[in-house]
């Protein structure tokens, strides 16, 4: 799924792009807007980018659900 400024055509992706970052780095890519899909929404993309980051720091053993719970804004569903 590509960003906005990609999906208005305000910007080109770079081609190329993916190959140069895993030349340098070590590099995991994934679909996070289909895994969002499949999971029923596009709109927890970020939800399954944030897991991935954990995942990948190996910050797995934090319990995010509180973290997030005590420092985020409080909202009505």
Known sequence: MP???IASGQCEY???????IQDKFETVALNAGQI???LG????????????LVKALKMDEIDWENVIENIGPRTSV
Do not use: T
Not at 14 to 20: Q, S, V
Not at 41 to 52: D, I, P, Q, T, Y
């Open 14 to 20: 770079p081609e190329g792009i993916l190959e140069a």
């Open 36 to 38: 969002a899909i499949d």
């Open 41 to 52: 929404s596009a709109k927890c993309m970020n939800v399954v980018l944030f897991g991935a």
């Open 3 to 5: 960003s906005a400024v």
